[in-house]
């Protein structure tokens, strides 16, 4: 069975400090999607990034940047010189392969608070 | 584009009553999930619907249940309420393939008296 574990469950920096939130997974597929949302307290999920199983390359966008390594089956995530509008819960969440099955499994979320 | 839309907001219940929730998908996406967060047990998959069948199903009672109807738009219902049913119920759409991302609404809360 698929798992999300996200072991940080709350994390404080001061605005500008970078930060690394960590996802481990496990799913017994060798074909899967990762992916990263964002819930600011507005309750919505905001997707941010996807990866698959087959792409290892590590991604910049901006200020945010992704490390995804099978080896140790994780999925993790950076912000660079943080800025208040960060903070929010970030969920981790795994998608195996199997047309027909929109299933997420979410980790239990980080809650990231960047302060001013 | 218009996001994925859910309505109420908000709802209040008292235990035994049923409810119904609605969901708008974004226009063009033909799967719309549903899911619960609670504190506790954090986001859970409820149910995925797909061109008015339902394809995947959470490990949830039968008081859960859901429809899609012909545009995609998708209602939940829920109902001999309890208390532990108090969540966010979050909706998302997406064009129907398990890699394509989610699109989420803002959800409804829902809190049961």
């Known amino acids: 069975a698929q798992k999300v574990t996200q072991a940080q469950t709350e994390i404080s920096v001061v605005e500008k400090e970078d930060v690394t939130l960590d996802c481990v997974y496990e799913?017994?597929?060798?074909?899967?999607?990762l992916f990263w949302y964002k819930q600011p307290p507005s309750g919505e999920l905001v997707f941010l990034i996807r990866r698959n199983s087959f792409d290892e390359q590590n991604e910049i966008s901006g200020r945010y940047s992704w490390n995804f390594q099978k080896s140790t089956s994780s999925f993790n995530f950076t912000i660079t010189a943080s800025q208040v509008v960060d903070s929010a819960v970030y969920f981790c969440?795994?998608?195996?392969?199997?047309?027909?099955?929109?299933?997420?499994?979410f980790g239990t979320g980080t809650r990231l608070t960047i302060i001013p | 584009k218009a996001g994925v839309t859910q309505t109420p907001r908000y709802l209040i219940k008292t235990r035994g009553q049923q409810v119904t929730l609605s969901c708008s998908p974004i226009?063009?996406?033909?799967?719309v999930s549903w899911y619960q967060q609670t504190p506790g047990q954090g986001l859970q998959f409820l149910f995925e619907y797909f061109s008015e069948t339902q394809r995947n199903k959470g490990n949830f009672p039968g008081r859960f249940s859901g429809r899609q109807f012909s545009n995609s738009r998708s209602e939940m219902n829920v109902s001999t309420l309890e208390l532990g049913d108090s969540a966010l119920y979050l909706c998302?759409?997406?064009?129907?393939?398990?890699?394509?991302?989610?699109?989420f609404g803002d959800g409804t809360r829902l809190s049961i008296l």
């Open positions: 998302a759409s997406s064009q129907g393939q398990w890699n394509q991302p989610q699109h």
């Open positions: 799913t017994r597929d060798t074909t899967y999607y």
């Open positions: 969440a795994l998608s195996e392969a199997n047309f027909g099955n929109e299933k997420l499994t």
């Open positions: 226009s063009g996406h033909r799967s």
